[in-house]
Nanobody
Framework: VQLQAFGGGLVQLGGSLRLSCTSSTNTSTTYAVTWFRQAPGKEREGVSCISRNGISSTYYVDGVKNRFTVSRDFAKNTVYLQMNSLKPEDTAVYYC????????????????????WGQGTLVTVSS
């Protein structure tokens, strides 16, 4: 399973971006997908996850649940992260990842548990 993340860019405070994560295989067999981000000088952290069937989602970062929405489109083999009301602290490289086996999202997202990663897309929020 190969993942590709794209859609990042430069946006002003309060702006929006939609990140996309595509799979080289049928999304229905791609398992749960998690979005991570890594800010300069910080560890990679889990942001949000969507289950394999797209019914359940989890948000790992305080303060993003009411601003970010994770979703998946099976017809397009794509997982999205819609980010609204962006803040400078959201600036980071965003990655999508899967462990290749989980149908549901874990209670916590540890980067070391994931073995398939997209290449990352940079999101910069200016104040």
């Amino acid at each position: 399973v190969q993942l590709q993340a794209f859609g990042g860019g430069l946006v002003q405070l309060g702006g929006s971006l939609r990140l996309s994560c595509t799979s080289s295989t049928n999304t229905s067999t791609t398992y749960a997908v998690t979005w991570f981000r890594q800010a300069p000088g910080k560890e990679r952290e889990g942001v949000s996850c969507i289950s394999r069937n797209g019914i359940s989602s989890t948000y790992y970062v305080d303060g993003v649940k009411n601003r970010f929405t994770v979703s998946r489109d099976f017809a397009k083999n794509t997982v999205y992260l819609q980010m609204n009301s962006l803040k400078p602290e959201d600036t980071a490289v965003y990655y999508c990842a899967t462990d290749g086996r989980s149908n549901f999202c874990p209670g916590s997202a540890l980067a070391t548990n994931y073995n398939v990663w997209g290449q990352g897309t940079l999101v910069t929020v200016s104040s």
